[in-house]
């Protein structure tokens, strides 16, 4: 039996229920020129509390089939994404 595939990326998108949208980056090398190039994949990933929201970096683990798309969960929040200042607009008289 192999292990368990892990991967470490970033949620861009928690609009489903028990389910985000985690972005992987990985770095490869050009066949042809020889440059390093990074390379992205998009995993749904199961998140039974809803805790991860989008911009977390979290770590996804391969489980059982979820659904017809969802072959991760969500094995812990590695890090929360930075909030931005939510700046107020003054009305002019």
Not at 20 to 26: K, L, Y
Not at 59 to 74: A, L, Y
């Amino acid at each position: 039996m192999g292990r368990r595939k892990e991967f470490s990326g970033t949620v861009i998108s928690d609009k489903m229920q028990k389910t985000v949208i985690v972005r992987i980056m990985r770095l490869m090398k050009h066949p042809k020129y020889k440059r390093i190039i990074k390379r992205y994949s998009k995993f749904k990933a199961h998140d039974e509390n809803s805790a991860a929201k989008t911009g977390d970096r979290v770590r996804i683990v391969e489980t059982r089939p979820i659904s017809k798309n969802k072959r991760f969960r969500v094995a812990e929040i590695l890090e929360r994404a930075k909030s931005a200042p939510v700046e107020l607009k003054e009305e002019k008289a």
